[in-house]
């Protein structure tokens, strides 16, 4: 008998720390990984270095213009490694999730970036992720 009360005994604080290490509801719902859309631009090779000056500063306005971004950073290629196929700028715009990236899509400012992007676009990468 004295041996089980040791053993209980012993158990009390085991089982008081499991309890305190038990899942809240909050816990279990985790926020939603940022989700990261990259975009390389290579321009056509008339592009005028002001007309790509003119890209690099409304591209970036976008983050002013459209809620739903929550990040956004560029620049352009400085590798070494001669790998970049032409492309030149490189833009990384950050959502909190995919709700934001359906959202930035269709917008009226993206859509009027588009427009005078196309005519100096000689190709473009585009990558969504879901940041870890």
């Avoid at 409304?58 to 620049?75: C, M, R, S």
């Amino acid at each position: 008998m004295k041996t089980i009360i040791i053993a209980l005994a012993a158990l009390v604080p085991v089982l008081a720390m499991a309890d305190h290490h038990k899942e809240t509801p909050a816990a279990k719902t985790e926020a939603p990984s940022p989700l990261r859309h990259i975009v390389c631009l290579k321009f056509k090779e008339d592009a005028s270095p002001a007309q790509i000056k003119n890209i690099e500063k409304e591209f970036a306005a976008l983050k002013g213009k459209i809620d739903t971004i929550t990040g956004l950073e560029w620049g352009t290629n400085v590798s070494p490694e001669d790998r970049a196929k032409g492309f030149t700028h490189c833009f990384v715009v950050s959502f909190k999730d995919m709700a934001g990236l359906k959202v930035y899509g269709p917008h009226d400012a993206h859509q009027a970036f588009v427009k005078i992007l196309k005519p100096i676009l000689d190709d473009v990468f585009v990558f969504d992720f879901v940041a870890r």
